[in-house]
């Protein structure tokens, strides 16, 4: 059975006494924790207003490209590349010491209509796949340290999710994109990332099979990624049931990390509540993640409030980000420096 570390209770029952050193960041916080890193999913656009680059520069040690990398973005003409976007956050990131996290070489969402109205033979397909997996990290090799090379592959019942990279090569694709992202980075972490496999079910059911057939056929696969979002607080798993979840990929050999974290609210907020609740659920995952050796580090999907993805998606929910739309910070992100903070202090 897998406890949480005795320096995670400590967090919990004296979070609320010893404030944070002042000025102290997550990004400081975390690294002193084993070099765990704290990221955001970031925007170019976000670099032009300063108090938003700064809050990023200071505050998050890792960039997640929220859609500049994605086909539709970087690759909207079968010989059409558009490195505008990503290059700009490569670059900042390397300005302010933080890690990339590649985002996303084979999706379901955000394809280009060449690509998904094309009408291809199986080995152009994988061509196709080998072209764009091979330009894009390829482009940015020894400068991206992760890279989500499968995302959602798994649908919510548990099957392979219907796409267009199923329909057109078949289950062999996920080994390809492996293969091929490899091949162009020997270095780069590879992950499989997806939604909804938290706290077990037939989804992580699945993608265990997926990653434990991988591994054994020599396939270089190296973690596991948790989107982690979470439509309100109550559907957060608990640190333990998420740690244990972390550590069944963990004991196969693999990295495992949090990489698109967010809690949306039901709105109207009720102010006497859900800030606490909010920061609970941020809180369990910061807990789960120090309590997981292999556990790297935590991305949030959307610093703020006012840049999130979820009133967009899901109208009637929102408030889901650690800042709000001010960039003040919320008692989520207190909890989280908190339990960063006492988990050290408890060491
Ligand atoms: O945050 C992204 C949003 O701006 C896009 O419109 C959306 C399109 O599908 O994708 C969002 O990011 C997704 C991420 O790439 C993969 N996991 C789910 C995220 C939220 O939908």
């Given at each position: 059975m897998a406890l949480l570390s005795a320096a995670t209770v400590v967090v919990v029952g004296l979070a609320a006494c010893r404030p944070v050193p002042?000025?102290?960041t997550l990004r400081g916080l975390a690294d002193a924790r084993d070099g765990r890193v704290v990221g955001t999913s970031v925007e170019?656009?976000?670099?032009?207003r300063t108090a938003d680059a700064d809050l990023i520069a200071a505050q998050f040690s890792s960039v997640t490209p929220e859609n500049a990398m994605k086909w539709v973005s970087v690759?909207?003409?079968?010989?059409t590349w558009d490195f505008a976007a990503a290059d700009r956050i490569v670059e900042f990131a390397e300005a302010h010491g933080q890690r990339v996290r590649g985002?996303?070489?084979?999706?379901?969402?955000?394809?280009p209509a060449w690509l998904t109205g094309g009408t291809f033979t199986r080995d152009e397909l994988i061509a196709v796949l080998h072209d764009h997996i091979a330009t894009l990290v390829g482009r940015y090799r020894g400068r991206i340290?992760?890279?989500?090379?499968?995302?959602?592959?798994?649908a919510d019942d548990g099957?392979?999710?219907?796409n267009l990279w199923l329909r057109g090569i078949g289950p062999d694709y996920i080994r390809l994109a492996f293969e091929f992202a490899h091949e162009a980075d020997p270095d780069a972490a590879l992950f499989i990332n997806d939604y909804l496999?938290?706290?077990?079910?037939a989804k992580a059911a699945t993608l265990l099979w997926i990653v434990a057939s991988l591994r054994s056929a020599g396939v270089p696969i190296d973690g596991v990624g948790y989107?982690?979002?979470?439509?309100?607080?109550?559907l957060m798993p608990t640190p333990e049931q998420f740690a244990d979840e972390m550590r069944r990929f963990a004991s196969r050999g693999l990295l495992v990390e949090i990489t698109e974290m967010d809690v949306a609210l039901?709105?109207?907020?009720?102010p006497a509540i859900d800030p606490q609740r909010q920061a609970d659920a941020y809180g369990s995952s910061v807990m789960a993640c120090l309590a997981?050796?292999?556990?790297?580090g935590i991305t949030v999907w959307n610093y703020s409030d006012a840049e999130s993805w979820i009133p967009g998606e899901?109208?009637?929910?929102?408030?889901?980000?650690?800042?709000?739309?001010?960039?003040a910070p919320k008692p989520a992100f207190e909890r989280m420096r908190q339990i960063l903070w006492w988990d050290l202090r408890a060491r």
């Open positions: 002042p000025g102290s170019p656009a976000q670099f032009d690759h909207p003409g079968p010989s985002h996303t070489l084979v999706w379901h969402r955000q394809n340290a992760q890279w989500d090379v499968v995302n959602e592959a798994i099957t392979l999710r219907d496999i938290e706290r077990g079910g989107q982690t979002h979470a439509l309100v607080p109550a039901h709105l109207p907020s009720d997981v050796r292999e556990c790297t899901f109208p009637g929910f929102g408030e889901a980000s650690i800042f709000d739309a001010a960039l």
